[in-house]
């Protein structure tokens, strides 16, 4: 078992930055990739940004190229998100994801909102 507690959301200007971060604890070692997902109001969850276990590869969504860095610290056994340029279409609820082999697991989400 993995849990996730997601903190850094809240409210920001649009132009303005946001860290979020991903606290994992449990069986770590069973992890391949993590990865932030977003859900808007009426919309589906999508995937933003994603890196491997070992930092190699990172994935970003077009929407997010170049405003969003996604990183990992592995001696704190957390992931983050930098967002950069933020707007008003990022409002979202974000949700980290680490993926195993055959499972994955969710944290709780937090809220991001970006005013116009």
């Known amino acids: 078992q993995v849990q996730l507690v997601e903190s850094g959301g809240g409210l920001a200007q649009a132009g303005g930055s946001l860290r979020l971060s991903c606290a994992a604890s449990g069986s770590i070692s069973s992890i391949n990739a993590w990865g932030w997902y977003r859900q808007a109001p009426g919309k589906q969850r999508e995937l933003v940004a994603a890196?491997?276990?070992?930092?190699?590869?990172?994935y970003y969504d077009d929407s997010v190229k170049g405003r969003f860095t996604m990183s990992r610290d592995s001696a704190k056994n957390t992931v983050y998100l930098q967002m950069n340029s933020l707007k008003p279409e990022d409002t979202a609820v974000y949700y980290c994801?680490?993926?195993?082999?055959?499972?994955?697991?969710w944290g709780q989400g937090t809220q991001v909102t970006v005013s116009a």
């Open positions: 994801n680490a993926r195993a082999v055959i499972i994955g697991y």
């Open positions: 890196i491997t276990s070992g930092g190699s590869t990172n």
